[in-house]
């Protein structure tokens, strides 16, 4: 396989880097059409992609029972010097790991209460929810529609394919299952991709990120996530000792209307029979006294169980620090035009070379394989 001016790339089956270089130069008009093919929907794509703004909160959660690692001495603090959390992997955290925090904000009911936030967006007068912005805001950029049918072609064609418009959510069953509308579902799938959540496993520290279009939104948004999320770990964390309170309170509340009622029983009858002496009056104000004395002890023991279970939810609540709280941001955080233009330039130059050697090596092969046919016919 020879040109003009050139070495063979390809010599008894051996690859020749001095041709190869060779090669590259005597094509290299290919290889500036598509880089420069690239390099224009680069431009497209950096410049017609919306700006969008980045706004982050990073948090404290409360950390180990101090009493519970003071116990652990210096195995703590050299555990804590090799990245080991010594107090997670004992249980004595008063909350939940940190690395459970990025699942959290997946979650549906997380999503599904974040989307219900109403927020003010600069298009609209009023306030709307994050469910009813996103079903709005319906058109694409021309970034988007040149990503699509550009490097996203193969899953822009598999979602025109298989994507359906249907509405789930009007299906009824019993079946203990979620069945969400498409209309929610791509609101969810928004909501998703704009929220993350990073975890420090050795400092303990959480940084929650928020992506807007516009530097107010993103800050609102990420300080609602955080509370949104101290809200569901401070629920995940106090779920049993608030069902026990719930259980105590219940059962106080039965006791203390049983006590009363027995109370006023008891005194009634001590008033009606101050001065009646009679066996049978003694036999029934002891068993009023008994039941009564029964009801004051329940009463007591259950006010003293109540307490203890309102101390307990205090003590398993978690706390927060914040360290940085939302901030309104000035500089867009997307798109990285010079990113993008490098990608589309180091993109473009491999396809150039990609054309190049394979038309090559395409060719060699064609006359490998017809010279050894002609090789056959003559024998």
């Known amino acids: 396989m020879n040109f003009s001016n050139q070495d063979p790339i390809i010599k008894d089956d051996n690859i020749n880097i001095i041709g190869i270089l060779k090669t590259i130069w005597i094509k290299r008009i290919t290889i500036y059409y598509t ?84 927020f003010n967006f600069s298009e609209y007068k009023e306030p709307l929810t994050m469910q009813e912005y996103v079903n709005s805001d319906t058109i694409k950029s021309v970034g988007d529609i040149i990503l699509a049918y550009t490097i996203r072609l193969p899953w822009t064609i598999k979602d025109n394919l298989f994507s359906s418009n249907e509405n789930f959510g009007t299906i009824n069953n019993d079946y203990g299952v979620l069945n969400i509308s498409f209309e929610e579902f791509n609101a969810l799938m928004v909501a998703q991709s704009m929220l993350q959540v990073e975890s420090d496993i050795q400092t303990g520290l959480v940084t929650v990120r928020a992506e807007a279009k516009e530097p107010l939104l993103a800050a609102e948004f990420a300080k609602e996530a955080v509370d949104l999320l101290q809200k569901y770990i401070i629920e995940f964390k106090t779920k049993q000792v608030r069902e026990n309170l719930d259980f105590i309170q219940k059962s106080y509340d039965e006791k203390k209307s049983d006590y009363k009622k027995l109370r006023d029983k008891f005194l009634q009858y001590k008033d009606r029979h101050r001065n009646v002496v009679s066996e049978r009056i003694d036999i029934e104000f002891q068993q009023l006294n008994d039941e009564y004395d029964i009801a004051v002890s329940m009463y007591k023991s259950l006010a003293q169980q109540l307490e203890q279970a309102k101390i307990s939810v205090k003590e398993e609540t978690p706390a927060f620090s914040v360290i940085e709280p939302a901030i309104v941001p000035y500089e867009k955080s997307s798109p990285n035009r010079k990113l993008i233009l490098v990608f589309c330039v180091l993109l473009g130059g491999m396809i150039g070379l990609g054309i190049i050697f394979g038309n090559l090596f395409l060719k060699h092969f064609i006359e490998k394989w017809k010279s050894s046919d002609e090789l056959f016919f003559e024998k």
């Open 35 to 118: 880089i420069g093919s690239f390099l224009i929907i680069g431009l497209i794509w950096a410049f017609a992609s919306p700006v969008k703004y980045s706004a982050s909160v990073t948090l404290l959660p409360s950390v180990e029972n101090q009493s519970s690692m003071s116990n652990l001495g210096a195995l703590a603090g050299m555990a804590s010097m090799a990245g080991l959390n010594l107090g997670g992997m004992m249980g004595n955290t008063s909350g939940i790991p940190t690395e459970i925090y990025p699942e959290v904000i997946k979650s549906y009911p997380f999503l599904s209460e974040f989307l219900n936030l109403k």
